[in-house]
Structures are given as C-alpha cells and as structure tokens.
C-alpha cells in the first residue's frame, strides 16, 4: 500500500498459492523519493507470517473463549500465594461479595474479613492444612457476609498447584455461591420435621382409639382375670402412645428425653392401679438420658411390666413401700458402634451419644417372690443410647 507521506510501509494479506492454499505474508519497506516527494523506488521484504498469524488467531480465540466461560461461571476463580496473598481473581465477583475484583486485588478488601467470625477459625485451619500438605485437596462450606449484609453460603475448592512458570507452588480454588441450595435444604428439612411430626401425632391418637376400644370391650366382662388383662393391654398401648407423643414434642422427632417419658409412665401406671396417696412412694433417680423410638420402646415395655408387677404384688392390703427405677451411664461401648447407630435409626445430627452405655435398675421393697427370699424385686437391664 502506497502512502504519500510516510516513508515505510508495511501490511499483510494473503497469497494464494500454486496449489490453491493460502498463506499470510507480511510485506514491509522503505519508499524512495524525488525531490519534489513522488515515490521513484519501494525497496522491501515479504515474509510469510502463517504460523504467526494462526498462532495469533488462536491466541484471541481462546482469550475470548476464556472471556465468555467466567462471564457465564457462576462461581468465583482464584489463585493466591502459600501467604494467601491473592495473585488473580476472575468471575462472579461482584454479584456475590457486592465488592469488585479490584478491591480484592489491590487488598482494600480482604476475603477473610467477610467471613463469618464462627467459620473464620475452620477456614483458617483448613487452609493451613492444604500448605503443610501438597497432595491435599479441600472442599468445605463456609458464611460471608455481603457487601448489602446479607449472609451468603459459600462452596469452597481448594488445592496447590505450581505457578505459570512451574517454579514454586500457589494455591488455587473456585468458590460458589450456594444459598438458595441451603434454603432448599432447610425448607425441606421443615417439611420433613412437620411430616414426622404428624406420623407420630397420628400413631399417638391411633393407639389412644386401641386403649379406648379395650376399655370399652372390657365392660362387657366381671372375672377379674380378664379384666386384669385387659388393663395390662391397655397400660402396654400406653407405654408406646406416651413415647410417640414425646416424640412429637422433641426438637429433632428422632429422640426423647427418656426421663420425663418415665415421669408420665409411672404417673399413668400409679392412676391406672388406683394406689392410694401416700402407700407407695416412686423414686426416679434418672440421669438426662435421650434414646431413639427403637430402644425407648422396648425399654418401657420393661419397666411397664416391672412396675405393673410390683404395684400388684408386691403392696398387698395396703402394704406401705416404695418402687425405686435408677438409669444410669456405666461406659463407653467402643465395641458396639456400629450396632447402636443401627438399633437406634438415629443420623449423626442427633441429640444422642450413641456411644454410650446405660444400666436401668427397676426395685422395691414389697414382699417380694418367696418367703425364703429378700424382701423385694430387682432388674438389671444394660442397653445402648
């Protein structure tokens, strides 16, 4: 291309060659001139710049390719030091921290400082954790705050890997924004808790309709023997009914606080019995014990059948005495955790130490079974929470 005032020239095109293929050439010079300024001579170099050219091409489709995947990532890319010093942070910034990229990267904004002060000190262990072990890989849900304050959840993955020039090791993660799954999540977790609620509020009245029913059946006879059996029935229905209303009314539906269900239990047995005030006195020496439905139940069956027993046999003709049920932790079961996580069909959210072991002693000072014996009746049943 000529130019009237520049001396050089120089420009790019493409050359079709003999074969019919083309190639770039770039072709570059100097212009010789007349006195009056008109070109006499161009004295220059073609050079074919292919490999360059595509090489270029390449290069701007990649950058653009890069460009379009963090405009439409909806996380948060990053590389910093083994000091954490951010050296690059690309993507969805903004939207989630409600700062920009320069405020990260010129330090005006530290990352940590949005974190949330309870999850601060595992985040900071965690990644002291990741530079003391280069194998390592990290993947862990923290809270930021931000910039409006509102509370985010954040998914954060992290590992080392070596710089550009594979001369020394940095650390590089993506960080997601997963608020709206916590939500889902939590929201789900209501509904679950509100339909186990309603399960064990329907197995509750379901099994009180059992007790009427046996009582209503139960005025149709007079021998004292099958009146006798009716009302154990209904005091066993009773036992299972009372631990699906305690159910009802405990914080995660899954345990219960065994103690106040024996309060109620014996509190029924003592009405259903019709003991006088006063003739027989019941002692609860119960540690805060909380069980799953599939340890409670059974266990009080037990102590239904254990007391029921001593209230009619052991205080005849108004015998004065007392009944005496002691729950108490003994040890730790090491040996059985798997079997307690499985008897007791508990998450590892529970309330309950699954690990632990408890010794129920049921007593009283009645007449016990035979003359020749002590005075008195005594169970030992050793189960796990």
Request: proline share 1%; hydrophobic share 35%.
């Amino acid at each position: 291309m000529c130019q009237e005032k520049e001396n050089k020239f120089r420009t790019e095109y493409r050359f079709r060659k003999k074969d019919g293929s083309y190639i770039y050439l770039e072709d570059s010079g100097v212009y010789l001139r007349e006195k009056n300024g008109s070109i006499r001579k161009a004295f220059g170099v073609m050079k074919n710049i292919t490999g360059i050219k595509l090489a270029s091409e390449k290069l701007k489709e990649s950058e653009a390719r890069y460009r379009s995947f963090m405009t439409n990532f909806r996380g948060i890319a990053f590389q910093m030091g083994l000091d954490f010093t951010p050296l690059l942070i690309d993507g969805n910034i903004e939207e989630t921290t409600g700062y920009k990229r320069e405020d990260f990267i010129t330090g005006k904004i530290g990352w940590y400082q949005n974190v949330l002060s309870v999850d601060r000190e595992k985040l900071f262990e965690n990644r002291e954790r990741l530079v003391n072990d280069p194998s390592l890989f990290i993947e862990h849900e923290y809270r930021i705050r931000h910039k409006d304050g509102e509370l985010r959840w954040i998914r954060e993955i992290l590992q080392n890997v070596s710089d550009p020039a594979g001369k020394k090791r940095i650390l590089q993660g993506m960080v997601y924004d997963i608020s709206k799954q916590k939500e889902a999540e939590e929201s789900l977790a209501k509904v679950e808790e509100i339909r186990k609620k309603e399960i064990h509020h329907r197995i509750k009245n379901n099994l009180q309709v059992i007790s009427s029913l046996l009582e209503l059946q139960a005025e149709r006879f007079n021998d004292k023997e099958v009146l006798e059996a009716f009302r154990e029935s209904q005091n066993r229905v009773a036992t299972m009914a009372i631990i699906h209303e305690e159910l009802y009314r405990s914080r995660d539906n899954e345990t219960l606080d065994f103690s106040a269900y024996l309060q109620k239990l014996t509190a029924d047995l003592f009405h259903s019995y019709i003991v006088r005030k006063g003739d027989v006195d019941m002692q609860l020496d119960i540690e805060e014990v909380f069980l799953g439905m599939d340890t409670a139940v059974p266990l009080g069956i037990i102590i239904n059948e254990l007391v029921s027993n001593s209230l009619k046999h052991a205080f005849p003709s108004g015998r004065r005495g007392k009944i005496r049920i002691q729950l108490s932790r003994t040890e730790e079961n090491s040996g059985n955790k798997n079997i307690s996580n499985s008897t007791n069909n508990i998450g590892a959210k529970s309330s309950v130490d699954k690990n632990i072991q408890y010794t129920l002693v049921v007593s009283d000072n009645g007449l016990g079974f035979r003359k020749t014996l002590i005075s008195g009746t005594r169970a030992l049943w050793a189960c796990n929470s």
